[in-house]
């Protein structure tokens, strides 16, 4: 099976490495950065690299768009007359409900995308930081469209299990966008704002421990990418933000109100649903 990824960076050259690992000969990579595709070739992650996709894209049999949520839809567009008949198409975008009807009304009946999720990643960016052991043990998502060919998307979940993840869940757009904005987005949210409701320039590093590390590890952001992620999930995120708000002002009204059994009831609560996961 010949195997194109778009783009190369931290995601896109964890899944070049992982389908190295599962005996996938025949992936080639294509990134606008030049040093990027010499460091996976001299890696031996990919056969071969490009700056376009014109001479890789119409032997694709499967092509993984790893690439940032507004480059989906033009990628299509400027590509489609590239795709050979029964190309599939997947990607690993952290939302779907923006893009996802449009993108499945212009691909011709006989190109099939299934829409994927690998939850997995890290906090820098590049080809540098790329490592398929993140995928080792994680949970991997399949957006099923009415579009989508049974076949295909077992190939997707074979090929997700192949790259190590443990567990794959099929859902619908919607569920997906809804979920995410929970799990990924507010969590995300959160490290951003206890790391800004720092005072400025004092010796916080001296004081923490293992909580405060591993609570504002992502933090450490990439910018464009969550901006998108963020914006293109909005409505989703504000309600996960808000239901969070709830939960903190009832701690902030115990503790204000000296109620220590009130504060109790709100740990073991927490303490039963997080055994629960």
């Known amino acids: ?77 400027n590509n489609i007359k590239l795709f050979k008949d029964g190309l599939i198409i997947t990607d690993v975008t952290g939302i779907k409900e923006p893009f996802i009807e449009e993108v499945t009304e212009i691909l011709p009946e006989n190109i099939d995308f299934v829409f994927g999720h690998p939850m997995a990643g890290r906090e820098k960016k590049g080809i540098d930081y790329a490592t398929n052991t993140v995928f080792k043990g994680a949970n991997y998502l399949i957006t099923v469209t009415p579009k989508n060919k049974e076949e295909n998307i077992e190939l997707i979940q074979e090929l997700a299990y192949k790259m190590g993840f443990k567990k794959v869940k099929k859902i619908s757009p919607k569920y997906h966008d809804e979920m995410i904005a929970f799990t990924s987005q507010l969590p995300h949210a959160l490290a951003v704002a206890l790391i800004n409701s720092d005072i400025e320039g004092r010796d916080t590093g001296s004081f923490i421990g293992d909580s405060y590390r591993e609570l504002t590890r992502i933090a450490n952001i990439n910018e464009r990418l969550w901006s998108e992620l963020f914006l293109g999930n909005k409505n989703n995120l504000i309600v996960s933000i808000e239901n969070f708000q709830r939960e903190l002002e009832s701690i902030k009204e115990c503790i204000k109100n000296d109620n220590k059994d009130e504060l109790e009831k709100l740990f073991v609560k927490s303490t039963k649903r997080r055994e629960n996961l």
């Open 1 to 77: 099976m010949n195997i194109v990824i778009i783009g190369l960076g931290v995601i896109g050259g964890g899944y070049a490495m992982a389908l190295r690992e599962a005996g996938y000969t025949e992936v080639y990579g294509v990134d606008s950065n030049i040093t990027t595709l010499e460091k996976a070739k001299v890696l031996g992650i990919i056969k071969e690299g490009c700056l376009t996709g014109e001479s890789v894209i119409p032997k694709a049999d499967l092509v993984i768009l790893a690439v940032y949520p507004d480059l989906v839809k033009e990628f299509i567009r």
